[in-house]
Nanobody, 128 residues
């Protein structure tokens, strides 16, 4: 069984920063991409960022471009999300996910349906 565990969430003032981490444990598996999604109260889960391990390509939602940075270690199935200049609208539960299917070296894994494993989520609250 594969488990993804997020950490690093918390309460921060607007304009502040947080760094989320996600590590996989349990059964060994190959991930071709990892990503971050978020879900705010009363809203659907939405894509935040992804990294394709084959190419190193990253992708971001327009709402976080220039503020968030994704990075990680493919060999350890670990991914991070550095969040700067946080806004109140970034408040949400953040989930990391791992994709075990290869859709291509430069494919951008922006859709949640492409991911096979999910973490339980970590709460990020930004006070304005």
């Amino acid at each position: 069984q594969v488990q993804l565990v997020e950490s690093g969430g918390g309460l921060v003032q607007a304009g502040g920063s947080l760094r989320l981490s996600c590590a996989a444990s349990g059964r060994a598996f190959n991930s071709f991409a990892m990503g971050w999604f978020r879900q705010a109260p009363g809203k659907e889960r939405e894509f935040v960022s992804t990294i394709n391990w084959s190419s190193g390509n990253t992708d971001y939602a327009d709402s976080v471009k220039g503020r968030f940075t994704i990075a990680g270690d493919n060999g350890k199935n670990t991914v991070y999300l550095q969040m700067n200049s946080l806004k109140s609208e970034d408040t949400a539960v953040y989930y990391c996910a791992a994709a075990a299917v290869n859709y291509g070296t430069f494919y951008s894994y922006t859709q949640s349906r492409l991911y096979n494993y999910w973490g339980q989520g970590t709460q990020v609250t930004v006070n304005s």
